[in-house]
C-alpha cells in the first residue's frame, strides 16, 4: 500500500453506537490529522498529532476521541454521534518540517 | 488569523479552453500556499505549492500558479481543460509548522463537451 489509506470507506451508525475510523500513512511522514468536510462549508481542521503527541484541538466535541500510537497510524473513536456529525472525514500526513499535507479518501459518515 | 477565499462556488468552462481559478488570501507573512483537486468521493490531491522563490509555479496535470504579493492572490490555471479536470479545487495557506493550515470554501468544476 502507498500513500495515506483510511478504513472504513463508508460507515453507518446509530447514535448509540461506537465506532472508529483508521488511519494509516505508508509515507515515513511524522505528523497526522484529522479533518471534516461538511457540505457547503470549508475544511475544518480537528486534530493534529505531532510525533504521536496531539498538538491541535480545535474545540471538537469530546465524542470524537482521537488516537495516534505511532507515527503511522491515527485513529478517531466516534460514540453518542449526532446527525450534524454525518460528514466525510479526512485524514492527512506531513512532514512536520514541511508545510504540504498528503490525504487519505476519507470515510464517509452517516449518524442516524 | 490567516484565511483564503475562493470568490467562485462554481465555473463552467468548455473542453479545450482555458481556465483560471482565483485564490486570496490573508496572512500576516509569507504565506505558504498550495493548490488541492478533489474528484467526487475521493480525499484532497496535490496539485501544486509555493513556499518561496519563483513566483510562477508548475504542478501535476498541466498546472500553474502564479503567487502575486500585492494581490494577495494565487490563481491556478490551465491552458487547455480537459474533462477529466472536473472536480472541486480547494486552495489553501499555511505556515512552517503546519498547525494551522486554512482552506479556502472551494471551487466546483464543471467542464462541458
Known amino acids: 500500500e502507498t500513500g495515506v489509506t483510511q478504513t472504513p470507506r463508508h460507515l453507518v451508525m446509530g447514535m448509540t453506537n461506537k465506532k472508529s475510523l483508521k488511519c494509516e500513512q505508508h509515507l515515513g511522514h511524522n505528523a497526522m490529522y484529522w479533518y471534516k468536510q461538511s457540505a457547503k462549508k470549508p475544511l475544518e481542521l480537528m486534530f493534529v498529532y505531532n510525533f504521536k503527541e496531539q498538538t491541535e484541538n480545535n474545540s471538537v466535541p469530546s465524542r470524537f476521541s482521537p488516537e495516534c500510537p505511532n507515527s503511522s497510524h491515527l485513529f478517531l473513536h466516534l460514540h453518542t454521534l449526532q446527525p450534524e456529525d454525518s460528514a466525510l472525514y479526512l485524514c492527512?500526513?506531513?512532514?512536520?518540517?514541511?508545510?504540504?499535507?498528503?490525504f487519505g479518501p476519507g470515510t464517509r459518515l452517516t449518524v442516524t | 488569523a490567516q484565511s483564503v477565499t475562493q470568490p467562485d462556488i462554481h465555473i463552467t468552462v468548455s473542453e479545450g479552453a482555458s481556465l483560471e481559478l482565483r485564490c486570496n488570501y490573508s496572512y500576516g507573512a509569507t504565506p505558504y500556499l498550495f493548490w488541492y483537486v478533489q474528484s467526487p468521493g475521493q480525499g484532497l490531491q496535490l496539485l501544486l505549492k509555493y513556499f518561496s522563490g519563483d513566483t510562477l509555479v508548475q504542478g501535476i496535470k498541466g498546472f500553474e500558479a502564479e503567487f502575486k504579493r500585492s494581490q494577495s492572490s494565487f490563481n491556478l490555471r490551465k491552458p487547455s481543460v480537459h474533462w477529466s479536470d472536473a472536480a472541486e479545487y480547494f486552495c489553501a495557506v499555511g505556515s512552517y509548522n503546519n498547525n494551522d493550515m486554512r482552506f479556502g470554501a472551494g471551487t466546483r468544476l464543471t467542464v462541458k463537451p
Open positions: 492527512a500526513s506531513s512532514q512536520v518540517s514541511r508545510a504540504e499535507q498528503y
